[in-house]
């Protein structure tokens, strides 16, 4: 058998059932920092690549590293790897799409649920106060800004993909009022199926929401795709949930929806910079549920995602076609599969 190198360009916990199963081809490292000139040093002889977040893999990257055959993202989002360059070299890349889907979707109801029953905020006044009396008028008043119901909420979804889906299949169990949906990318047959009325443009998905959940890969298309303009089409009385990339929305025009009462709140588990600044204005906001980016993260997940990864990855060393290949065009053409 030809020996493959791989390199793991950072090491996480999780993906020590990755290094065990791709040692079944050959040497497995990791890069020791993350710093550009020591991934590409890294990368030099490697055959292929599992790309963490926040280690770009780019043209530059690529021209230091002419043995690559194949480069893996161990999870759906992959917006660190320019696939164009990889394509231009004919060099597949995969994703871990759908290997987390339930634990993010799970995430999102989690946080749904938060909001509309205002969960968190009240934790956090109870934590800070011996008198129980004012924290619980502040909550189950009618003159108070109290909870909502899901059964009369409409529900918008936007990104189809298997996160979204799945979410919409598990909404469906707390039957709000209706769940519709946004995804030019998705049949609108398959969205049905799970429940969900596809809405034809992005505005008047807006314009009908009660609440908002974002499922999107960041992409030039979905960079700030919530922006100001879609933030003044939602009621003051929405809310908007995303666990998908903070790019996705416009952060200063969120902060001003929030500010001004045109957003009732949010949950955010991703942000536009990461870690998120110390003196970020959304730390000081009582309408807005904060996590540090765990949506797809459980402890069974992790070892789905971990185990996934390296099967797509032994599958295209074999000849197959992997699940989560992000650019199919290279696949009938590419290199010499995955090694030399």
Not at 32 to 42: K, L, N
Not at 128 to 150: C, E, F, H, K
Not at 163 to 187: M, N
Request: charged letters at 25%; glycine letters at 8%; aromatic letters at 4%.
């Amino acid at each position: 058998m030809t020996v493959v190198n791989t390199v793991i360009t950072k090491k996480l916990g999780y993906l020590a059932t990755t290094e065990r199963m791709l040692a079944a081809l050959g040497p497995v490292a990791y890069c020791p920092d993350q710093r550009p000139e020591t991934v590409r040093e890294h990368l030099a002889d490697a055959r292929i690549v599992v790309a963490t977040k926040g280690v770009t893999i780019d043209d530059a990257v690529l021209d230091a590293a002419p043995h690559v055959r194949l480069i893996a993202a161990p999870t759906a989002g992959f917006d660190w790897i320019d696939v164009e360059a990889a394509t231009r070299r004919g060099i597949p890349v995969v994703a871990n799409t759908g290997a987390a889907a339930d634990a993010v979707a799970e995430f999102t109801l989690g946080a749904v649920l938060a909001l509309t029953r205002r969960i968190v905020a009240a934790d956090r006044d109870l934590h800070g106060s011996a008198d129980w009396g004012p924290v619980r008028d502040r909550y189950s008043r009618a003159d108070q800004q109290i909870g909502s119901d899901l059964t009369s909420s409409t529900v918008a979804v936007v990104g189809l993909g298997h996160i979204g889906l799945k979410t919409a299949e598990k909404l469906a169990v707390l039957r709000p009022q209706s769940i519709i949906g946004y995804d030019p990318f998705v049949p609108a047959e398959r969205a049905r199926q799970a429940g969900v009325e596809v809405v034809g443009d992005l505005h008047e998905l807006a314009a009908r929401a009660d609440i908002v959940l974002l499922h999107v890969p960041l992409t030039p298309q979905t960079t700030r795709l919530v922006d100001a303009a879609f933030l003044a089409r939602l009621r003051p009385s929405a809310l908007l949930v995303n666990p998908s990339r903070g790019e996705v929305v416009d952060e200063p025009a969120l902060v001003a929806a929030l500010r001004e009462g045109r957003l009732r709140g949010a949950a955010l588990d991703v942000f536009e910079q990461e870690p998120l600044p110390a003196d970020s204005p959304l730390r000081g906001m009582d309408n807005v549920v904060l996590t540090p980016h765990i949506g797809g993260v459980t402890a069974q997940s992790d070892e789905t995602r971990a185990r996934e990864i390296a099967e797509r990855v032994l599958a295209c060393v074999a000849g197959t076609r992997p699940v989560g290949l992000v650019n199919p065009e290279v696949w009938d053409t590419r290199l010499a599969a995955t090694t030399d």
